[in-house]
């Protein structure tokens, strides 16, 4: 987790860098510079090699297990960013995502107002099937004592930048974490367990990754919008949208370098 000191820092150098008065287009291009070219955008080594289908049982399982302790414990950070909503607004969009993830789906009209709940809808149950099919049980997957410290690193970001009472670093962070969630990565998962699927594991289910990508496509459409929106409220701080953006992800890439790095390592054993 970055803490004040990384925020202070990160808060000095944003504003030399891109000086709060800037207009829409300079602040655009910022974004463009501090978060839409940021290294875990352009290339993420992990999920590069993930896409082969090359990934052992027990590298899937220890991938499997880092991933849903993130999944599970984001619950966490989406309570939080409803807590911390600074209008109503803000606060039913955060809802949406939170009861989505616990199993209220969308209606055709693309909200969860008069969506059904099913328990297994919820996103967690869904990623537990998964587990299941790598022969993982219930208590080896979703718990904070489950995860890496890279991965428990990534989830008290979210609590930290994501979830923030600001609404300029919410923004900043949240617009982050759609970017990186629509530069691809669900597709190379995907494309390596479609490899594993076919030649190892046939009953292995692939609908948390599928839906999860086609969802994030949806969402890339609006992340321009939403952008322009933030930057046009009143109270909005470019120094802390851009420094809580390339905080988040060097968040995020640090859970991908720490499973990265657990699999080259000679002594790589799943955590279980």
């Known amino acids: 987790m970055r803490g004040g000191f990384f925020y202070e820092e990160s808060k000095a150098t944003m504003n030399a860098l891109f000086p709060p008065t800037m207009e829409l287009a300079e602040f655009e291009r910022a974004v463009a510079v501090t978060i839409d070219r940021h290294s875990i955008v352009a290339g993420n080594a992990y999920t590069s090699w993930f896409s082969r289908g090359e990934a052992t049982v027990d590298e899937l399982r220890d991938f499997t297990v880092q991933f849903s302790v993130f999944s599970h414990l984001f619950i966490e ?3 939080r960013k409803c807590i911390n909503a600074v209008d109503l607004q803000s606060y039913r969009a955060g809802k949406e ?3 989505n993830e616990l199993g209220v789906v969308f209606t055709k ?7 059904a709940f099913r328990f297994d809808a919820g996103h967690f149950e869904w990623l537990a099937h998964f587990a299941q099919s790598l022969d993982l049980k219930w208590g080896e997957i979703g718990k904070r004592r489950c995860g890496r410290p890279s991965t428990l690193a990534f989830c008290e970001a979210l609590m930290a930048w994501y979830s923030s009472e600001d609404e300029s670093t919410a923004a900043g962070a949240s617009y982050a974490i759609e970017h990186w969630a629509a530069a691809g990565f669900w597709k190379q998962l995907i494309d390596g367990l479609r490899v594993v699927k076919q030649t190892r594991i046939p009953s292995l289910p692939l609908g948390f990754w599928t839906w999860h990508d086609a969802l994030e496509e949806q969402h890339a459409a609006h992340t321009d919008d ?3 929106e933030a930057f046009l409220k009143p109270s909005f701080s470019s120094d802390r949208f851009l420094a809580a953006g390339e905080a988040m992800l060097d968040a995020v890439a640090g859970f991908w370098n720490g499973l990265e790095a657990a699999r080259q390592s000679p002594e790589f054993a799943p955590a279980r």
């Open 77 to 79: 950070a989406q309570l």
């Open 97 to 99: 995502i939170l009861m």
């Open 109 to 115: 009209s693309g909200s969860i107002e008069g969506g």
């Open 226 to 228: 939403e952008l322009r």
